[in-house]
């Protein structure tokens, strides 16, 4: 059985050609398609899709990562994660949970 991602991904594939259809035909169906593509992205069980940057903090250090299947497999292991769309927000979040952030040239 596939993955619900790969089955969401698989819809919106499908969702995209049609959508290149539509707007050659009507902009209005075009308009209906973007909006059902926009309810299946809404769906996916996970907070980054494919390719997308994010950071997390692991043993006091900000790691960046880029949303693969991996990413997912880790994610359905542990689904309360904490994950950030900057280095940024990360350092501020470690900050306001008094966790002492180490560089990584501190470590040598």
């Given at each position: 059985m596939k993955k619900l991602t790969e089955q969401l991904q698989?819809?919106?594939n499908d969702?995209?050609?049609?959508e290149g259809i539509a707007y050659q035909n009507d902009d209005e169906v075009g308009n209906?398609?973007?909006s059902i593509k926009d309810v299946v992205k809404k769906l996916s069980p996970y907070p980054y899709d494919e390719g997308d940057d994010y950071w997390t903090i692991e043993d006091s250090q900000v790691?960046?990562?880029?949303?693969?299947?991996q990413s997912e497999d880790m994610h359905d292991e542990n689904p309360t994660k904490k994950y950030f769309n900057t280095d940024i927000d990360a350092v501020r979040y470690a900050i306001s949970k008094?966790?002492?952030i180490t560089?990584?040239?501190?470590?040598n």
């Open positions: 698989e819809a919106i969702i995209e050609r049609w209906a398609v973007e790691i960046w990562s880029c949303w693969d299947e008094g966790i002492k560089r990584i040239d501190e470590l």
